[in-house]
C-alpha cells in the first residue's frame, strides 16, 4: 500500500517501539512524505531528543533507519498539486501532505483529525492502519 505520512506518525515511530514503528517497517507499506517533513522534524528535534529513551547515537541511528523508508518528494514537485490540496482542507501545514497523497497516488496516515474534514484522499488513523493490516 502507498501512503504518504505526518510528521506526527514520524515521531510516534521515533520515540516509541511498538505498533506505530512495526508498520512503518512493513513490508507491506511505501511511504512517501514532502521534505518538508524534514522541516517539521528540525523544528522540534530537541523536545523529540528530550523524550527519547536512549542515547544521542541511538537516536540518531534510529532517525536514520526511519527516514530511509520514506521516499521524499521535493516540496517544488508538489506545487502543481497545492491548489488542489488547499482546497480539500484549511490547515497549510498540511497542504504539503495532501499535495503528496495527490501526486503519488496514496492514502494519507494520520492522527490529524483535520484531515478527515475531506473526502478526496482516504485517510487513516494508526488505529485504521492496524485494522487493515490485521494486526489487532
Known sequence: MRVTVDAN???????KSGTT???????????????????EFKKYANYLKGKFVGSEEEFQTLYNKITAQVFL?????????????ASLIKDPDDWLYLACALKEDTIVWSEDKGFKTQNRIKTLTTKEMIKEFGRL
Open 73 to 85: 518528494i521535493e516540496d517544488s514537485e508538489l506545487k502543481p498539486f497545492l491548489p488542489a490540496a
Open 21 to 39: 514503528r512495526e508498520l512503518w517497517f512493513g513490508p507491506e507499506i511505501e511511504l512517501y512524505a514532502p521534505h518538508f517533513l524534514l522541516k
Open 9 to 15: 506518525i514520524l515521531f510516534a515511530a521515533l520515540l
